[in-house]
Structures are given as C-alpha cells and as structure tokens.
C-alpha cells in the first residue's frame, strides 16, 4: 500500500513539476515544421504577384521540394530555398537539375530564423502562423527597402498586406520593405533596450 501511495506520490510531482515549467514558458512549444507543398498554380500566382524579374533574388523560406525558386530561375531571376530538412534540400537539389536552373538556384541546409536573407529582393512564405510571426522581426531587420514579401494563406497578423489575391481555397498576401517598416524596426528596437 505505502509503494503504491510513493509511486502515486511521484506520478503526482512529476505532473505537477511539468506543468509548472510549461507554465513558466513565455510562449508554448512551437509545433514542429511540416511540409506541405503550393500548388504550381499558386506558385506561378505568388511570383506574378511579387512581380518577379530577371533582377531578383528570390528566398523561398521552408523551400521544400524547390519550386518556387525553380520556378522564379524559369523567369530568369536568382534563388535560394531555406529548409531545416536535408532530405528536403536533397530533392531540392536534384529537382534544380532536373529543370536545369542549378545555376540559378542555391539550397540551404539551414534554420531560416537564423539564415541571413539580407540579399533578398523577393522572400516567399508558406509556414505556420507562429513561425510567421516569429519572422516578422529578423525580415524588418535584415532586408532592404523595396524587398517583396509574399506569403501564402498565413499572414503576418499586425501587419496589413498592400495586397491579397484569392485562388480557389487560398489566399495570397503582399508586403514591401519601406523606410517606415525600417524606422518602425529601430523604435522597437530601442524600446527594447530600455
């Protein structure tokens, strides 16, 4: 019986003492990444909209498979896909060669919170709310005026979009780096500091 009750005892603290260090957190555990790939018609829609050229360099963050830079080095513009999976980057790899734009195109076994995207002209998103709004910042911070941003059915939530387009169940969203983004980044920052 007193085995019992100790078992019980530690099952109980052992409860507890989990729930107290998730309540501590500041935020909950992110979910894990998941792939799940745009549609080409989507992609091509999400290119059309950023109004991709031969001057770009595109970031697809959380590539996956590789189609959107591969479609965004069919238009003749430089890319570079992000993932956190290497099998991901892998086929990435292979499908670059396969449309014949390794030339165009670089793949990054890499975390995009802490990938530089600094030389981005156009970043494409299809990632999780909260993956959205933890980029938020890093892209404020490390891309240049006039750089694009498109994201696909997520949006950043306090950060109006200059324009969102429809396509059957989906929605695409629109944003440009300006000087007030950047002036906005530099108050946060020193807010933050204080």
């Known amino acids: 019986m007193q085995r019992r009750l100790s078992a019980a005892l530690v099952a ?4 507890f003492w989990a729930g107290q260090a998730l309540a501590l ?3 909950p555990p992110e979910p894990p990444p998941v792939y799940v790939p745009s549609s080409y018609e989507i992609v091509d ?14 970031f697809d963050l959380g590539c996956g498979d590789g189609r959107i830079v591969i ?13 956190i999976d290497p099998v991901r980057i892998k086929e990435s790899k292979e499908n670059a060669e396969a449309a014949g734009v390794t030339d165009r195109v670089t793949f990054r076994n890499e975390d995009l919170f802490t990938s530089d995207v600094s030389s ?3 970043v494409t998103l299809y990632l999780l709310p909260v993956r959205i709004a933890r980029l938020k910042s890093k ?15 997520f949006p950043f939530t306090d950060w109006e979009p200059e324009k969102k387009v429809s396509i059957a169940n989906h929605t695409l969203y629109l944003w440009t ?4 983004v950047k002036k906005q980044q530099a108050q946060m920052q020193q807010q933050s500091k204080n």
């Open 12 to 15: 109980f603290l052992g409860i």
């Open 25 to 27: 957190q500041d935020e």
């Open 45 to 58: 829609e999400m290119l059309k909209l950023a109004q991709v050229t031969k001057d770009d360099v595109v």
């Open 71 to 83: 479609a965004a080095a069919k238009l003749g513009a430089r890319g570079v896909g992000i993932d």
């Open 120 to 122: 981005a002209t156009v």
């Open 139 to 153: 892209l404020w911070r490390e891309l240049k005026v006039g750089t694009r941003i498109v994201a696909h059915d």
């Open 177 to 180: 780096i300006t000087d007030e």
